[in-house]
């Protein structure tokens, strides 16, 4: 069984950065594909980034130039480089695995960014 646990979340100024983590622990596959979500109060739960076992990636328009993601194969870790945050960016982070066809969600880690 796969756990996905999320780390890095936190308070910051509009304009400052963030690194969120996140960590696959289990029988995960060399060939997956993670990636980040986020839900802001009232909001429905929307795909941020993600990436494959080969580094392909795609990111949502409303991050696109500000996030980035990246993983570690090695050590099955997943990363989201956040920069230039702004208010709208505040939401519940989550972690999201897709191993070899098989779903997993971390807890999420919580991003408020103020004004």
């Known amino acids: 069984q796969v756990q996905v646990v999320e780390s890095g979340g936190g308070l910051v100024q509009a304009g400052g950065s963030l690194r969120l983590s996140c960590a696959a622990s289990?029988?995960?596959?060399?060939?997956?594909?993670m990636a980040w979500y986020r839900q802001a109060p009232g909001k429905q739960r929307e795909s941020v980034a993600s990436c494959d076992s080969a580094g392909t990636t795609n990111y949502a328009d409303s991050v696109k130039g500000r996030f980035t993601i990246s993983r570690d194969n090695a050590k099955n870790t997943v990363y989201l480089q956040m920069n230039s945050l702004k208010p709208e960016d505040t939401a519940v982070y989550y972690c999201?695995?897709?191993?070899?066809?098989?779903?997993?969600w971390g807890q999420g880690t919580q991003v408020t960014v103020s004004s």
């Open positions: 289990g029988r995960t596959f060399s060939t997956n594909i």
């Open positions: 999201f695995m897709n191993n070899g066809g098989l779903h997993y």
